[in-house]
């Protein structure tokens, strides 16, 4: 079937776009891959998106906008895309349930945990490595767990995993977090988390499940053992474009390349959310990013049928 714009992702950025093509009444498919609701929806208690004073959990925000996004009649699919081909238009997108074609695309496919990379992750993801502690934190009731890392996400998660465990160790390779203050302050005040700084990660401990970490300090390599039985990583994302690869311009990481519009290096086929951002992935400017993104889809569509679009969007 042929749309007028198909979404890649069911994030925060996808499902706002789909909300203004929406409105637009450009016929939309979402394809929200096997991650519905993208990373937001993982975030158990979200203090920073304006609206909710009070905060919001992530799944609901994104189960708000998806009812949005539904209500001005974007059609939304729990199916991935897994090629793409913008050599022609309209653009084909092939997924696992079968073949679709776009007159314009939008790629919001976001970025996904990056792996610590040691010894004994691989073979313990699923096992007591974790990288959602939403998901998995029930799981730790009475526990001892590391979270790795020293962002927002891994002080925010390791909060919330006091919920559960007796004790929850976060461990960051440099002597500063670089959490939000406010959030650095409630984790350091919580009697169950203990920082764990200036050290890594060497090693992943255990044979049917993890029992512990290996700690290896910055300064003097000096290696000890920690005892855990939860290992939940935090380090950054990397963004889901391997299937894009030769089709658009990314950069040196992998991230699209768009400019300030949301285009990209095909005409036709715009980027919004943490796909394309490096400096500030939030929800806040993934919204805001899929806006312009829509907006920017009808503005090029409108064009080629030479009718006209709001002055605002010109």
Known sequence: MLYDTIILGSGPAGLTAAIYTGRARLSTLVLAGSDMGGQAARTDHMENYPGFPEGINGGEL????????????AQVELDTATAVDLSTRPFRVTTYGGQHEARALIVATGASPRNLGVPGE?????????????????FYRGKKVAVVGGGNSALEEAIFLTRFAERVYVVHRRAQ?????????QARAH???ELVLEHTVSRILGEQTVS????????????????????????????????LQGQLELNQWGYIVAD???HTSVDGVFAAGDVQELFLPQVATA???GARAAMEADKFLAQEEDRACPARWR
């Open 122 to 138: 691989q073979e313990l993801t699923g096992r007591g490595v974790s990288y959602c502690a939403t998901c998995d934190g029930f």
């Open 62 to 73: 994104a189960q708000l906008m998806q009812q949005q996004a539904e209500r001005f009649g």
């Open 191 to 193: 009697d169950k988390i």
């Open 177 to 185: 977090l670089r959490a939000d203050a406010i959030v650095q302050e």
């Open 212 to 243: 512990g970490i290996e700690l290896c300090h910055c300064d003097n390599d000096d290696r000890h053992t920690l005892a855990v039985d939860g290992v939940f990583v935090y380090i950054g994302m990397v963004p889901n474009t391997a299937f």
């Open 260 to 262: 300030g519009a949301q």
């Open 287 to 289: 919204v805001g990013s």
